[in-house]
Each structure stands twice: as structure tokens, then as C-alpha cells.
């Protein structure tokens, strides 16, 4: 049995969980290789158009046999609408910025001990008070999901110490847990339930076929909707035909991954930001680029813009340099310039440790004083058609410059294979950040500097440089006074290594139909974040 | 942290040592206006770019550091020995002949930047925050084994410095992964060095002698032998020859380069 990275597999499962109700079937959308056209088009080719409201109800999709439970996280698509059933102890907005309704305030001298003070005036629909003790009782079952597991595994303790405090302490400090406590609120005991008692905007009605709006929510009287109904659409080509007749009146939609699936145009396309990251990584052992030189040139040779604006399906990307988010105050843009698509200064880094040395009309490098024909191996999980094209265009930049370079294509499984076998030169990666950025688990090596036992089986650089883990452990346990300055050292090391690339985060897109919703302001764990701010015209 | 690399709002990416109590900056390549093969903070004013365009890399690697382009003052450098106190009657505008060579400077007049240029060989600044004594070196290796450090000590001790109050960061250049040299040069570093040389060269798998060279190595110890607080000086790690692209690299890039600058300015 192979073991696979816990993390990289957790961030996979997410977005297969979260987008499978988008299921791949027998429709694929225009791949993201076409690239340049504005809208993506489904069912071979024939546009669809919106069309009047079929109904004068605002309806979305479910799954009446899956569960509701937003803590077990099972059922993707009725996790699509649990904020509409629950509180969340911490948000983050489209932003990334942290906020809440539910804790007052909270302190921590070392950022490893915390306490958090409950707001006592909230209670759950059926009427019992909501408490510190159902907050902790959240948490920590959240923390023994895959589903949650991830951004909760530096926790070591969590206990509610009366109605209205809980504390919770930490294996490493880390100044953002807060930010990483974006955990939906269950009554105390309700693990198992399918239909946790929940204290958010609505409840499910008896029959279990629409929300309806709790007046026990505080903000109740703000809500655009009374009833919002739910539909049973599994079936992909069944979804988009009945969003396409406005049976449901919103859709998401992933662009860049495995099931990319195209809806019609004529619609309002918002996006939402995600905190996936597509990077480029390298084998440190490879004799290609263990010379650092190499490694840097490759900065200089991929087109960010182009794969961000036209590969990751259109507009779906946003370029990135640096490893946190463009829309994070930490992201020096000034910095990030230097390091700007420049395929001549790529060219003339190459050239100074690559050259025709044996006069055969290929190039080739020395690697420690022997001459190595250049035969860079690229891989790329080929499952994503859109990863794929991003690899393809930087593929196409090195051989242009002549660096022979070759892109293959992997199964998910044969891919895994690959980085842990070591079996390739240069990967095209992809991981979900957590709300703190922290991704020093990539260069985690078992028994050298590893945080977490367990955590990451396998360390795809071969790196056994502590310096990032320490880079990355001072960042995060910087006050927020000093943040910025330790992720710029942290950013600044990575590039100055180029151990690691970043290219692009990956945005969605959310599709309405014109005219009908106002004011939707998508996060990446919610699609209905602050409902209570939508207008919903449906006439 | 030794070193902070930053940003500035100006453009240029430049670094700071904490040993350092005055305003001081070396830069990298980062930040200027420059085009082509010397984009972009190309700091060289006999070569290929507008006039312009230097004197606004000027203007920001200046506005960056805390320093006045106006009140600057630098050399020819010559790979000597030679080493000169300056004041404000040696202030140069960019764009003029240089009118002495020298590969050490040292004042002890407040606003004054001290500059050194260096493409791989090695930059030092150094300081007296007591004494109110600054210096900025250029250490090729030649200029390293004449010992040019000793004659920026003994200026500086005749403007009132005390090697124990001295501060020292010695910058980015070629490391000892890549700079490689002859056997003449190890010998040099012997002397240089009084024999103190243990881990500062390793064979070069090219043959004839070769070795390869920690010069950044060899003018700390120099420093703690002349008296300095190895607490108080700072080494950069970063290797100009593995980084072309950031920092300029007389090795990697041949003739067409521009050059980085060390400036130091005593400060409030
Ligand atoms: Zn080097």
C-alpha cells in the first residue's frame, strides 16, 4: 500500500468532493487549451441563452439522500449551501480578511495558548442558547474529519471552560488559527445526526424539499428570501439543462479542474477566489536542476498572465509570483514585478550552464564536469485539461530556447508514482493553502524538520534544507505587527532558492442568470457568504 | 536576522545588515529603469545606458538607501591597495571623470554616501557608530591580499576609530561554490592570511591546481585579526555568480554588466 502525502490528498478529495456534483459524465466543457474565447460553451458547441425564469421561486440544487451534516462534510452537494443552515466560528471574506459573528474577542500571549470569548446571546433553531461548549464540541469533531483534518491539525486541545469562553492550544505557534477556524457550528452531541441542529439563516422544512427562513436568526428580517427551494438534480446534463430553464438560479463552476464543465453564456459569471495554488517544482536531485541557476531561469519562463487570464479557463486564474494570494496584504506586487515573464533573461541564464559542448547542434550542460545531453522530464497530472495547457505553454517556452524539454501526462496514480519515485526533472503542482499560507509541509522531510508527525510521507524537492521550515515557523508565529516583514523573508528565500514557483490560485466562477441576484459575494468555503446582503429580483 | 533584503517604494530590492548603525545599502539588479541586458538597476556611468536612465537609478537606489545622489563620492577602481579619506571637496557628480583611484574610502563627515562598485568581487562596509567613521571597500581578490583592509583600518583609526567599536558587513559576491582561482591566489590568501586558511579553499575538479575560494571567508577573519568583533560582522550569503539575474556578475556576463553598489552615509 502506498502512502500518499495526507495533505495533497486531503486538498485533492476537497475539490473532487466540491465539484463532483458537477460530475463529469458524459459532458466535458471546451477544454481550457482553446484558450482566447470569452465564454465556454457546453453540449457540443450549442450556445445556451437565458431565458426567462421558468418560476417565480429562487430554487438551488441538493441531494435529498445525502446528508446535511456541514461537520462530516459528506455530501458535496448539499455542502454547497451549509452556511444557510449554519454559523461559522471564523470567516474569511472574498478578501481573504478574517471575521465573525460568533466570537467577541480572543488573546494569545504565545500563540499556542488561546482563549476565545462566545458571544451568549445566540441560540440554535430549536430554541436552546448557543454556547462556547457547542463551539468547542464543533471544532473538535471538525478536527477528526478529512474534510477539516487539514487546516486543524495543529490543534492539540480545544475545551470550552464555560458558557461563553473556550481555549484551545496549539502543537506550533501559529498567529492565524483564527483564520483557520472557518468551522460550521452543530448543537452539542449531533455528530451523527444527518441534520445537525444549526443556528444559521435557515432551516430545512419537514419535508426536507426547501429552506426555510429561522426566526430565530438574528438577522432575520434581513434575508432576500422566505423560502429558498431545493432540487434534486444529480445528474450533470440534468443540472445544466435546468439551470439553463432556471429551475435552479445558481451554479458553480470549476474551469480549471477535473470536472470542468461548461454552462451557458448570457449569464452573470462572478468569481471567487481560491487560495489553490498551481506551482512549478522541482526534483533538487535531478542533474538538471540542482544548479540553482536552472531553477531561477524557469521564474523568467513561464507566462503567468497569459496562463492565468486564458489557460485556466477564461479568466479563471490570477497570476501569482510570490506563495500567498495577489489579494493578501502580504503580496509585495513591487517585488513580484522582478520576477516577471522575460523569456530572454530565462534564455541568457540557461546559456550560462548550457551550451552546444560537444558541437552537435543540441544543447547540453555540465553536471559535475561531465556532459549531459538536455532531456528535461516535465510531469503534469493530465486530468485537468487546463493544468495541462499550462504546462504545454511552458513546455513550449523551453524548447524554443532549446532546452529539450518533453511534458507527460499522468494519471492521478501514475503521477504520485512519479514524484515519489523521484522519476522526473520538474512537476506541475497544485495544493490548497490553509488561511495562513503555510505551506512549509512541502519541504517537510521525516525525522529532520517535520511539525507534524505523520503529516507528509513524502518530500517531492529531496530537499533537506531546514531553512524554509524555520522561515515558515517564524512567519507564522509573528505578531501581526511583524507578519508582513517575516513573509517577506520567507518570500524572498523562496525566490532567491527558486526551489519552488508559483504560478497562478485558481478562481471559480458562480453563474446566475442576469438580473435576478445582486450583491453575491462569493467566498471559497461559501457560496452564499452574507446572504443577508443579496437582493433577489425574480420577476 | 543578519540581513533584511527590502523593497523599496521606489523600485529598487537592496539589503541591510543589522551590524551596521548608519544608514548603508548594497543593491542587486532589482528596481531601476534600465532595459535589455542591463535591466534594470543598472549603477555604472561609462557604459552602454542613457544618461537618464542612470541618474534616475541613481535618484532611487539613493532615495532607497537615505542617501543624496548629490552628495556622493566614489573612485576608479584598480584592484589596488590604495585607500583615501575623502570629505565633501570630494563629492562627484555622476557623469565626470573620476578624479583618483582608489579602492578604499573612508570619511568621517556626516551626509556624506560613500559608494563602492562590485560585479562578484567583494563589497565591505564599515563603521564606527562611536566615533562617528565610516568606509566602503572594494575586495577583488587582489585588493584582498594587498591587505586592503588593514590601510581602511588604519585610516580609519587616524579619524579617531577603534577597531573594537568597529562595525562590519561584507556583501553580496561570488561564493565559494563558484569562485574558482589559481594556485597563485590560494598562495596570496596564505600570506594574506598568515596561514590562519583552514576550510578556505577545496580542489576544483578542473585540475591545474585550481581550487576553489571563500574571499568572503578570508576578509572576515582578516577583520578579527585587525581587531574587529566577529559579533559585529555581518557575511552575506548570496552568490552573484549563481544569481546573474539578480545581482551582476562580472563571471556569468562578461563586459556588458552593470555593477552593484555598496553605499554608507553617517547618519542621525
Ligand atoms: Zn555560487
Request: proline share 4%; aromatic share 10%; with cysteine.
Amino acid at each position: 500500500m502506498k502512502k500518499y502525502p495526507a495533505k495533497l490528498i486531503t486538498a485533492l478529495l476537497i475539490l473532487a468532493l466540491l465539484f463532483s456534483a458537477c460530475s463529469q459524465a458524459e459532458l466535458t466543457g471546451k477544454s481550457g487549451a482553446s484558450g482566447g474565447s470569452e465564454e465556454t460553451d457546453a453540449l457540443q458547441g450549442t450556445p445556451l441563452t437565458a431565458r426567462e425564469p421558468a418560476d417565480h421561486v429562487f430554487s438551488i440544487n441538493y441531494d435529498p439522500e445525502g446528508s446535511f451534516n456541514p461537520v462530516r462534510a459528506e455530501n458535496a452537494a448539499n455542502m454547497q449551501f451549509w452556511s444557510l443552515l449554519y454559523d461559522c466560528v471564523f470567516y474569511q471574506d472574498q478578501n481573504f480578511e478574517l471575521g465573525t459573528e460568533i466570537v467577541t474577542s480572543w488573546t494569545s500571549d504565545d500563540y499556542i495558548w488561546w482563549v476565545f470569548n462566545v458571544r451568549t446571546d445566540l441560540v440554535f433553531s430549536d430554541g436552546t442558547p448557543l454556547t462556547a461548549h457547542d463551539v468547542a464540541y464543533s471544532i473538535q469533531t471538525a478536527k477528526n474529519t478529512s474534510y477539516y483534518s487539514g487546516r486543524l491539525d495543529l490543534i492539540y486541545g480545544i475545551s470550552a471552560m464555560s458558557d461563553d469562553v473556550f481555549a484551545i492550544t496549539t502543537a506550533y505557534a501559529d498567529s492565524m488559527l483564527p483564520a483557520l477556524l472557518t468551522v460550521p457550528i452543530i448543537k452539542r452531541g449531533d455528530y451523527y445526526e444527518d441534520y445537525p441542529v444549526g443556528s444559521g439563516p435557515y432551516v430545512l422544512n419537514e419535508t426536507r424539499t426547501a429552506l426555510e427562513k429561522n426566526p430565530l436568526y438574528r438577522h432575520a428580517d434581513e434575508l432576500p428570501l422566505d423560502t429558498i427551494y431545493l432540487k434534486d438534480y444529480t445528474d450533470t446534463s440534468e443540472r445544466i439543462t435546468a439551470f439553463e430553464e432556471s429551475r435552479i438560479d445558481v451554479v458553480t463552476n470549476d474551469p480549471t479542474g477535473m470536472y470542468n464543465v461548461g454552462y451557458g453564456s448570457s449569464n452573470e459569471i462572478r468569481y471567487m477566489d481560491t487560495s489553490n495554488l498551481h506551482f512549478l517544482g522541482f526534483n533538487l536531485l535531478s542533474k538538471y536542476f540542482s544548479n540553482i541557476r536552472t531553477r531561477s531561469a524557469m521564474a523568467y519562463a513561464i507566462d503567468r498572465a497569459t496562463i492565468a487570464a486564458e489557460l485556466m479557463g477564461t479568466d479563471c486564474g490570477v497570476a501569482a509570483v510570490l506563495p500567498v494570494h495577489p489579494k493578501s496584504p502580504l503580496y509585495d506586487e513591487s517585488y513580484a514585478a522582478n520576477y516577471a515573464y522575460n523569456p530572454k533573461r530565462a534564455e541568457s541564464l540557461f546559456r550560462s550552464v548550457i551550451d552546444d559542448l560537444d558541437n552537435d547542434g543540441a544543447l547540453e550542460m555540465l553536471v559535475t564536469g561531465i556532459v549531459v545531453e538536455l532531456n528535461i522530464k516535465f510531469i503534469v497530472n493530465g486530468d485537468s485539461s487546463a493544468k495541462i495547457a499550462a504546462a504545454q505553454q511552458i513546455t513550449d517556452c523551453l524548447n524554443e530556447m532549446g532546452i529539450t524539454t518533453h511534458l507527460y501526462e499522468l494519471s492521478w496514480e501514475e503521477y504520485i508514482e512519479a514524484l515519489e519515485t523521484g522519476d522526473y526533472d520538474l512537476y506541475y503542482g497544485e495544493v490548497r493553502l490553509g488561511a495562513d499560507w503555510d505551506m512549509s509541509y512541502l519541504y517537510e522531510v521525516p525525522g529532520i524538520n517535520e511539525r507534524l508527525k505523520g503529516e507528509w510521507e513524502q518530500n517531492y524537492f529531496r530537499t533537506q534544507d531546514t531553512t524554509y521550515t524555520e522561515l515558515y515557523a517564524a512567519f507564522l508565529a509573528a505578531p501581526e505587527t511583524e507578519r508582513y516583514e517575516r513573509f517577506q523573508e520567507l518570500a524572498h528565500y523562496i525566490m532567491d532558492t527558486a526551489i519552488i514557483l508559483p504560478i497562478c490560485f485558481e478562481r471559480r466562477q458562480v453563474l446566475t442568470h442576469r438580473g435576478v441576484v445582486s450583491g453575491l459575494v462569493a467566498t471559497q468555503f461559501d457560496l452564499f457568504f452574507n446572504i443577508k446582503d443579496w437582493n433577489v429580483n425574480l420577476n | 536576522m543578519e540581513w533584511t533584503e527590502h523593497t523599496a517604494p521606489e523600485g529598487p530590492v537592496f539589503l541591510t545588515a543589522a551590524t551596521i548603525p548608519y544608514r548603508h545599502g548594497f543593491s542587486t539588479r532589482f528596481g531601476g529603469v534600465s532595459t535589455g541586458d542591463l535591466a534594470s538597476l543598472y549603477l555604472g556611468e561609462h557604459r552602454e545606458d542613457a544618461p537618464e536612465n542612470v541618474r534616475e537609478n541613481y535618484r532611487r537606489f539613493g532615495a532607497a538607501v537615505g542617501f543624496d545622489p548629490a552628495r556622493m563620492v566614489f573612485t576608479r577602481q584598480v584592484h589596488g591597495n590604495a585607500v583615501r579619506t575623502v570629505t565633501a571637496k570630494d563629492i562627484h557628480a555622476l557623469m565626470t571623470p573620476v578624479p583618483y583611484d582608489a579602492d578604499g574610502i573612508v570619511t568621517a563627515e556626516p551626509d556624506l554616501a560613500l559608494l563602492c562598485f562590485t560585479a562578484d568581487c567583494v563589497p565591505v562596509l564599515l563603521a564606527d557608530g562611536k566615533q562617528g567613521v565610516v568606509a566602503a571597500v572594494h575586495c577583488g581578490w587582489r585588493s584582498s591580499v594587498g591587505d586592503i583592509l588593514k590601510n581602511t583600518l588604519d585610516a580609519m583609526r587616524a579619524l579617531g576609530a577603534r577597531p573594537e567599536d568597529v562595525a562590519a558587513a561584507i556583501g553580496p559576491s561570488i561564493g565559494f561554490c563558484c569562485f574558482e582561482v589559481g594556485p597563485e591566489v590560494a598562495a596570496g590568501v596564505e600570506t594574506y592570511l598568515r596561514g590562519d586558511t583552514a576550510g578556505l579553499t577545496r580542489p576544483s575538479p578542473n585540475g591545474e591546481g585550481k581550487v576553489y575560494l571563500d574571499l568572503r571567508e578570508a576578509n572576515r577573519r582578516r577583520l578579527v585579526q585587525l581587531g574587529l568583533d566577529p559579533q559585529k560582522i555581518a557575511v552575506s550569503r548570496a552568490c552573484t555568480m549563481c544569481r546573474p539575474d539578480k545581482y551582476w556578475s562580472y563571471r556569468v556576463v562578461g563586459q556588458r554588466r552593470g555593477t552593484m553598489a555598496a553605499a554608507i552615509v553617517i547618519s542621525e
